[in-house]
Structures are given as C-alpha cells and as structure tokens.
C-alpha cells in the first residue's frame, strides 16, 4: 500500500454484471481487499448493457469513478492476438463500446504492432510472450478465475471431440448413431 502512495488504504467501486456467480466472485475481492485496506464498494449493471453502457463505457466508467471491473473474455482462435489486442491495444478504447477499458501502455502496443506483423512463427511468439510479461507488469488486468465445464453427453453421441482451446465439444464433428 505505501508503495502506491496510499499507506492507510484508499476506496474504489467495482462493477460487476448482475449475475449469482460474478456477484459472489466481488463479494470475494471485497473481502480480500479489505485485509489490506481498501474498501471496495460494489456496483452491479444489467447484463444486456454491460459493454455498451457500463463496463465498455470509459465515460462511464469515469463519471461513476469506478475503478474496478469484471470482465470475461475467450479467445476466438489459439493465437494470442485474438485476445490480447482487444483488451490490452489502447488504441482499441474508444467512446461506446470498448472491452480494453483500461489499458494505455503505448510501449504494448508497440510490441503488438511487431508481432502482428512478424512472419517468423517462434518469433512471434516470442514477442506475444514479452507482451504477456509486461501486461502483467502493469498490473491493470488480474485474472481473477478460470472457468471449467462439466461434459456429459449421450451413449449415442458419435465422433465426440473435446477442442483444446474452448474446453468444449466440437460441434461441427458431433453425430447420432
């Protein structure tokens, strides 16, 4: 705490949408945050408007003096860039609709611009791993779960793939005998 200037704690309002589980998941961080004395007020938002108008709103997010958000996010295929542009680029931030919220280290987004445009296949994954590294650094993102699906599925499911990325089934190869 005396390292950000604020020894004897300070406040902060997180957002969270109105759902049980992210409800309970903030009641955890409130909790936690308290030991080390920061009081965290929570706030909940339709989960329809989440993006538009609350948690993606940076004017919101401003005018609210909301410091803490949950957010969700998967990747649409297993490449770094298709997640890490989105929350972590701070030229992804606009006006109405942003999932990078918080996000303006110009340094990572010049890492991205490289591995964006890098052929080389180690290579770029080498640069997506140095932008992994100095996200963290920055502290603005903390992971705060990992969700896990429960499978079940029929005995005549044929041709029933769990794909690696989702941790789901594949629905485009599942049949029926």
């Known amino acids: 705490m005396a390292a950000c200037g604020q020894p004897s704690g300070f406040a ?3 957002l969270y949408r109105d759902q049980p589980a992210e409800q309970k998941a903030a009641e955890v961080v409130q ?16 989960v329809v408007e989440f993006y538009k108008a609350y948690g993606g709103n940076p004017e919101y997010l401003k005018q609210n003096k909301i410091g803490l958000i949950a957010k969700t996010w998967a ?16 030229r992804q931030i606009n006006k109405e609709f942003s999932f990078n919220v918080s996000v303006r280290v ?5 890492l991205m611009d490289q591995a ?13 791993s140095q932008v992994e590294s100095r996200l963290a650094q920055e502290a603005v993102l903390v992971p705060l779960a990992w969700t896990s699906t429960l499978l079940l ?11 690696p990325v989702y941790g789901d089934y594949d629905l485009l190869t599942v049949g029926v005998r």
């Not at 110009?106 to 010049?110: G, P, T, V």
């Not at 964006?116 to 997506?128: I, Q, S, V």
């Open 31 to 46: 909790q936690s945050l308290a030991r080390v004395g920061i009081q965290v007020t929570l706030k909940k938002a339709p």
């Open 75 to 90: 990747p649409d295929w297993p490449d770094p860039e298709s997640f890490l542009t989105l929350i972590a680029d701070s």
């Open 153 to 163: 599925r029929g005995q005549n499911a044929t041709n029933v793939h769990v794909s």
């Open 116 to 128: 964006r445009a890098e052929l080389d296949a180690g290579k770029r994954a080498g640069l997506w």
């Open 106 to 110: 110009r340094a990572l987004d010049s």
């Open 12 to 14: 902060v309002t997180y």
